[in-house]
């Protein structure tokens, strides 16, 4: 269990995080430790032991009713930008024909 | 499409249908088409912190519904998992979808008698329940992107089937069958353009008959049926002239693009995609009510394809008309009321495939809702075989029934619509018939007898169809026959 | 034992009835001395939001109610402070990070309607480590809270604000979350009652998650008894949280004063290791000699995988966290940065200026933990860890314990600044904690005694769902406590 900074750098981008290089290069640091304070919970590979998963109990399901809990302030009072009713944002490179970037529809 | 170069297309479907709740997946707001931008939201579908998700029972006895029909395995316990990307329309940063525990596998659905579309049946993988993301809207700001997450939280059920199509039309006929089939069971409005039905695809090709696994590519952006075929043939003959050439196809996403006829990588290259899933903790374990599946079972409508079967097999119809009729689950119910109460099939069958069907179209209105009902049309039907209403007569009366609610009685009466038997008023048009046509008169009486028929065509054009044929024909013989 | 200056629930109830007080009053009075706790220097920094005039409807209606005589709910007129991590209407929602700067939620959390409904006056939110990850409040966008015993120390985390409250007397009852130990610990290192329930018996919704799975609302309190007033008045089902269980909720005042005769105590030998501080273990054993005069069986027991529990712990919750923290990215709420000129750069620099050190820390290791390749070597790992924990309480109970006590923190609380560039020691201070936030099961932090004038504190464990018994036994140590302290 250990990390470098090569998969910090990916991990980075895989979560939209941006960081300078001193946090960089202090983030693999911490990662590094604390994953090799981890490395305890390897003994426990051997024996089959299922993982927890999901809560056993059942989902409660509710009913099919517009019963929504409504908002006591308009979405408007919480958007960083809002015209004409949507929320908006810089536009998403992969629809742009000038910009590169390594953002693409999931 | 037909093996090309001697390669086979290898395809399968990954379709998304909305299912028909009133209320989104996770949370109560209500679900609609084309209101007003970022007015159906609470805190659960806007993604605010602190808001969690509750399942919404309807969309799991839809999903269960549509599984059973098309014969999967449904699974008493099944497990939602977090899809985690970032995208402007997706609030959470994750979607819950579901993934090593979907809620049911391994189904099939009927394909007979396509003859090249492939095997017969297609097999079904999975199908899980899920929710929608916003929307995003690219063109509406100048360099903005808007986001509108009134879809967001909208349940889905995606339906993902085994590689088993064999060529793009087989793969379009796979999803009308699909589409037929999901609005029969009322599961989904199947609105390609609404986007209630939105369907990817996986394509590779292989020489024809073989079982090598080759590289495929997904292809993305196919807005109706005609499209995914086009879409569908160009990706496999890409794919066809790439191998032939020597080359191999790269395992990337297409996108399709309806102006240019083409399908061209997506762009930039996305990271390989990574999405992280694992339980989502805010969802205990789905787990089926105990007799939900047997409920459901019993409750589920005949499917189209049954349908033709027994219309075929019990009312004797040709498959072609067995077909038409059983379109969608209103003609088809509309015409077993008819047939059943005119105690006619066949009559039943050309009434409602011509006249119905066409009143249907003209005012874009389903067939139960034209104004006429199923045992007026029956009625109608008896006249004409009674001989009390001339067919063309009948058509008349039938028209006059749509849109209107009136009962064939009234539309006779309030129209004047009887049948004219009496000789007095046939002599009358008789007369007026013959002496505007002396020479006709004359070569029938010289012998020319199969002049006949046009005599009665010209009188039954006079009465607009009212002379009661069998006795205008008495009658007009007694006239011709008399000297002058 | 020394208990904070605020008067208790019922000695305050008492009050108002008799009309001795006045809700304005002990409105006036605890606002004026917030003020004063944040005017010393150093500051305490409890709270990040007071409310002003937000209250003044609900104080007029009160004080009517009272004078009239008429039905008031079990928390009128009591001030109540909450984490900034429980969504509110009238004040910010803050998490303490500079992300949600000024976020003012457009709904209240469920625990919130029900405090209100009860008659509570929620007087202002409490500091916290942003996003509630930490465990000494050093970890706020908004500066650190300070242990009012010594304020140059700690005062735990991540519930540190609410925990603070309390003890510094400010108000009677605050409410935490509990993830690890965030609400115990503080409470712990303050000297209060920290309560952190059975998962599933308070909902989550409104409570901004961190670990959905772990998380759970508690009580911080002068005394058992008002934790488990507050308790009752949050706990029960709830149509917007899936995991809130639809269970009934027992009367939690019922078992007061029931004692612990019969009881069987575990003590699990996992959590006195021989490099435990031997004041903390010193104080331990006392208690547990004082539940045995007080007619309990003690017995010792085994967790044998506890040394596998902060690893778990943190593998679990990590992932959790990389996940839950995703939606904040600028788009909907929530500070974006100025100069984002792409979509891509708006999430990148909104997160990277928004998000703290250990916020950042968490995220990179959970996403990293759940990437492709490592799922099962992270992921996968910390959750058959988890099992294995859960099936040592399991056992445990099975073997007919009725309650689990050991210390809360292996440590008193320490010096600001001590940890903070040690991420690893700083995650050992929850090594007592986790267990009961991965098993599900109910834990509450009481005073034991004193070290060097700073608090400590002991912890009952009891079986899921069986806060009666947990309460019961807590009641009757604090009792305990209280008169040996009261002793000549
Ligand atoms: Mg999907
Ligand atoms: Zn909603």
New binding site residues.
């Given amino acids: 269990m250990t990390i470098d900074r090569t998969t910090i750098e990916k991990v980075m981008k895989l979560a939209r995080l941006e960081l300078d290089d001193t946090e960089i290069e202090r983030l693999t640091r911490d990662c590094q430790a604390i994953l090799g304070y981890f490395e305890v919970i390897r003994e426990l590979d051997r024996g089959g032991v299922p993982p927890a998963g999901a809560l056993e109990r059942a989902a409660p399901l509710r009913e099919d009713l517009a019963d929504?809990d409504p908002l006591e302030r308009p979405v408007e009072a919480m958007a960083p930008e809002w015209r004409d009713g949507y929320f908006l944002l810089p536009r998403l490179a992969a629809m742009d024909a000038e910009v590169e970037e390594d953002d693409a529809a999931g | 499409m037909t093996a090309s170069n001697g390669y086979e297309p290898v395809i399968g479907l990954e379709i998304h249908v909305q299912l028909k709740t009133a209320s989104?997946m996770f949370?109560?707001?209500r679900v609609e088409f084309g209101a007003p931008p970022n007015t159906l939201?609470?805190p659960?579908?806007l993604g605010l912190p602190g808001a969690l998700p509750v399942v919404n029972g309807r969309a799991i006895e839809l999903a269960v519904r549509a599984a059973l029909a098309l014969s999967c395995e449904v699974r008493d316990r099944s497990v939602f998992a977090r899809k985690n990307y970032f995208y402007p329309d997706l609030p959470k940063g994750y979607q819950i979808s579901q993934y090593d525990r979907p809620l049911a596998v391994g189904g099939s659905l009927e394909m007979p008698g396509e003859g090249e579309s492939g095997p017969g049946d297609v097999r079904i993988r999975r199908l899980h329940v899920e929710e929608d993301s916003g929307k995003s809207l690219h063109d509406r700001f100048a360099g903005r992107t808007a986001v509108d997450l009134n879809r967001a939280?909208v349940p889905l059920a995606e339906i993902v089937t085994e590689p088993d199509l064999r060529s793009a039309g087989a793969a379009r006929a796979f999803l009308g069958r699909l589409r037929q089939a999901l609005e029969y069971l009322e599961v989904s409005d199947c609105n390609m353009e609404e986007g209630s039905l939105r369907v990817d695809a996986n394509v590779s090709v292989r020489p024809a008959g073989s079982d090598v696994l080759t590289t495929k590519t997904e292809v993305k952006n196919m807005n109706s049926f005609s499209q995914l075929e086009k879409a569908l043939e160009f990706e496999a003959a890409r794919h066809i002239s790439i191998i032939s050439g020597g080359g191999t196809v790269e395992h990337e996403t297409m996108l399709w693009d309806p102006a240019r006829g083409e399908a061209r990588p997506m762009r930039g290259k996305e990271e390989v995609h990574d999405y992280r899933y694992f339980p989502e903790p805010d969802l205990p374990t789905l787990e089926l009510e105990k007799g939900l599946v047997s409920r459901v079972k019993d409750g589920l409508p005949e499917l189209p394809w049954q349908k033709v079967r027994r219309f075929t097999d019990v009312y004797g119809l040709p498959a072609y008309d067995a077909e038409v009729l059983s379109a969608t689950r209103d003609v088809a119910g509309y015409f077993e009321a008819v047939a059943g109460a005119a105690g006619d099939a066949k009559a039943a069958s050309n009434w409602v495939m011509v006249e119905a069907l066409a009143a249907s179209n003209e005012r874009g209105l389903p067939v139960a809702e034209l104004g006429v009902e199923p045992e007026q049309l029956a009625e109608l039907i008896g006249l004409v075989k009674d001989g009390t209403l001339s067919s063309t007569l009948a058509k008349q009366v039938f028209h006059k029934m749509v849109g209107t609610g009136r009962t064939v009685a009234q539309v006779i009466d309030e129209e004047g619509l009887r049948k004219v038997s009496d000789s007095g008023e046939l002599e009358v048009w008789i007369e007026e018939v013959m002496q505007s046509n002396p020479a006709e008169v004359a070569r029938y009486r010289d012998g020319e007898e199969k002049l006949l028929t046009f005599f009665i065509g010209q009188v039954m054009r006079k009465s607009k169809g009212a002379a009661d044929p069998d006795r205008l024909r008495e009658v007009l013989l007694s006239a011709l026959s008399e000297a002058d | 034992m020394m208990r904070p200056a605020s008067p208790t629930v019922a000695e305050l109830r008492d009050d108002l009835r008799s009309g001795r007080v006045s809700v304005e009053a002990v409105l006036r009075g605890t606002l004026s001395s917030i003020a004063a706790s944040d005017s010393e220097r150093p500051a305490l920094g409890a709270f990040l939001s007071v409310a002003v005039a937000e209250l003044d409807d609900q104080v007029e209606a009160l004080d009517r109610a009272f004078a009239a005589g008429d039905e008031v709910g079990p928390l009128a007129g009591v001030p109540l402070a909450l984490k900034d991590n429980i969504c509110t209407l009238d004040l910010p929602t803050t998490c303490g990070s500079k992300l949600l700067e000024g976020y003012r939620s457009p709904y209240e959390a469920a625990v919130v309607r029900r405090l209100r409904a009860a008659g509570a006056l929620v007087v202002g939110k409490t500091n916290l480590d942003e996003f509630a990850m930490g465990s000494s409040t050093e970890n706020s966008g908004f500066g650190p809270t300070r242990n009012p015993w010594d304020r140059e120390r700690v005062p735990g985390g991540s519930s540190g604000g609410s925990a603070a409250a309390v003890a510094a007397g400010l108000v009677p009852l605050a409410l935490g979350s509990d993830t690890g130990g965030s609400v115990r610990q503080p409470g712990s290192f303050c000297g209060v009652v920290g309560l952190k329930p059975s998962y599933g018996r308070v909902s989550r919704y409104g409570l901004v998650a961190f670990a959905s799975s772990l998380d759970q609302i508690g009580p911080l309190a002068g005394t058992v008894t008002d934790a488990a007033t507050l308790l009752s008045v949050i706990a029960g089902p709830d149509r917007f949280d899936s995991t809130a269980e639809d269970v009934p909720v027992p009367d939690l005042s019922g078992p007061a004063g029931a004692g612990v005769e019969g009881l069987v105590v575990g003590v699990p030998r996992e959590y006195f290791p021989d490099d435990l501080d031997p004041r903390i273990a010193g104080l331990c054993r006392e208690a547990i000699e004082r539940l045995e005069a007080l007619g309990a069986e003690v017995r010792e027991i085994t967790l044998p995988h506890t040394r596998y529990a902060i690893a778990a712990y943190y593998l679990v919750a990590n992932a959790e966290a990389s996940s839950n923290l995703a939606r904040y990215d600028g788009v909907r709420y929530g500070e974006r940065a100025s100069d984002a000129e792409s979509t891509l750069a708006v999430y990148r620099r909104t997160r990277g200026a928004g998000f703290g050190r250990e916020v950042k820390r968490r995220i990179m290791l959970g996403t990293y933990g759940l990437s492709a390749g490592y799922y099962d070597e992270y992921y996968g790992r910390g959750q058959r860890a988890r099992r294995l924990i859960v099936e040592d309480f399991e056992r445990a109970f099975a073997s007919g314990i009725d309650v689990i006590f050991a210390p809360t923190s292996p440590t008193v609380a320490f010096r600001l600044g001590e940890r903070v560039d040690d991420p690893v020691q700083m995650y050992l201070s929850d090594v007592f904690t986790v267990p009961a936030n991965l098993a599900g099961t109910p834990a509450v932090s009481i005073p034991v005694g004193w070290i060097d004038g700073l608090p400590a504190g002991g912890q009952f464990i009891a079986r899921h769902f069986d806060e009666p018994t947990m309460l019961r036994a807590a009641q009757a140590l604090e009792r305990a406590l209280a008169d040996e302290a009261s002793e000549p």
């Fill in positions: 929504a | 989104k949370c109560g707001c939201v609470c659960v579908c939280g």
